[in-house]
Structures are given as C-alpha cells and as structure tokens.
C-alpha cells in the first residue's frame, strides 16, 4: 500500500508539471473561468464545454454505509488522491483568482449560456434555415450537444486558431496526437471511450 501511495503521488506530480490547469466537473464553472485566464479563450468559447461536461452528470449519489464508504476510498486509492489534491489546488488558484471576482465571472458564464440557449431554442421553430445568421447559430448550438472527444476536437481547432496549442510537441507526446495543423485525426471513432482530462 505504502509503494502504491508513493506511485501515485509521483503521478499526481507528473500531471502537476504537464498541465496548468485541471478541470474539476464538480465545479465546471469555477474550472472553466480558470480556463479562460490561463488561455486565449473567452467565456462564449468555453460556454459548450460546459454543456459536454454536465449534461450526463447525475447529481443523485447512492447512500453508502461507513464500511461502504471506507471501503471504496481504498479500493479507489489513486482516483481518491488525484481528486483530492487537484480539488485542493483548484480551490487555491480560485483564492488567488479572487472569490468576489469568480462571482462575477460566473454570472457572467451563466448568462452567455442563456443566451446561447435562447438562440437555440428560437432556430428549433425555424423549419427552412437560410439566413447565414441562423446556420451559425444552428452549427453553434450542434457543437453544445457534442461529447468528450468531439469537444476536444473542438477546443484543439480553437487553440490552434488563437496560436496557444503547442502541435509539435503533442505529436510526440500525445497518445492519439493531432494532425500536421493540429486537427483532429479522422479515425477518432476508434477512441470515443476517451475522456478530455477532467476529474
């Protein structure tokens, strides 16, 4: 048990170094306004990556026992460690953020959501779409129903874009890396048990 603490902490360790921010899905909001901070990507940016995170999202928890309960900690031991020390940071990047500022930018979030959730809901009653506004909208409101690998196709398009996605260094690091211009490969339909790096 000792040694498998030990592995995982040196895990935890090596994704520390790998990624400047950890996504939390228990707190999407708070993790993707980080996100914003710490790249190019604005609050409209990151409004359907909430949508492809918290959609399946059961927020019902079963009622476990006190054995129960120790039981699965330790049957978890490396989702448990990984959680806790990634839950703690998140919080300690949202203190430096400022709680008041957070505050704000979430209202903020929320109601570009609605926005976008309006937009979508008025081209559902439109039964021909032509105006060029109206298919943008119709394309904007697809991308919100997309699921973890779509959105990772999604946001690695949007950081090329904004010149933020490093495509040399994921071709060689990466486990399915990305094309020559950092797009998504087509056989991406071998891979859809994957999950963006989220916990």
Not at 28 to 45: K, M, N, R
Not at 65 to 83: G, S, V
Not at 89 to 97: R, S, V
Request: glycine share 4%; hydrophobic share 35%; charged share 35%.
């Amino acid at each position: 048990e000792q040694y498998n603490t030990i592995a995982i902490q040196e895990k935890i360790e090596e994704i520390e170094k790998e990624f400047d921010l950890v996504i939390v899905v228990q707190h999407i909001e708070e993790s993707l306004i980080l996100l914003t901070e710490c790249s190019d990507l604005t609050i409209e940016d990151v409004v359907i990556l909430k949508y492809a995170n918290v959609r399946n999202f059961k927020k019902s928890k079963p009622i476990l026992t006190p054995n129960e309960y120790d039981n699965l900690i330790q049957w978890n031991l490396a989702d448990t460690m990984i959680y806790n020390h990634f839950n703690k940071t998140l919080w300690e990047k949202i203190d430096n953020f400022g709680r008041g500022k957070m505050d704000i930018k979430i209202k903020e979030l929320r109601m570009a959501q609605s926005i976008k959730q309006k937009e979508c809901d008025s081209v559902k009653t439109k039964p021909n779409l032509k105006r060029i506004e109206d298919l943008k909208i119709k394309h904007d409101c697809m991308i919100q129903n997309l699921n973890y690998i779509g959105a990772d196709k999604y946001f690695r398009n949007k950081m090329t874009e904004k010149g933020i996605y490093d495509i040399e260094r994921a071709q060689k690091t990466c486990k399915y890396p990305p094309g020559k211009h950092g797009e998504w490969r087509e056989n991406v339909s071998k891979y859809k048990h994957l999950k963006s790096l989220n916990i």
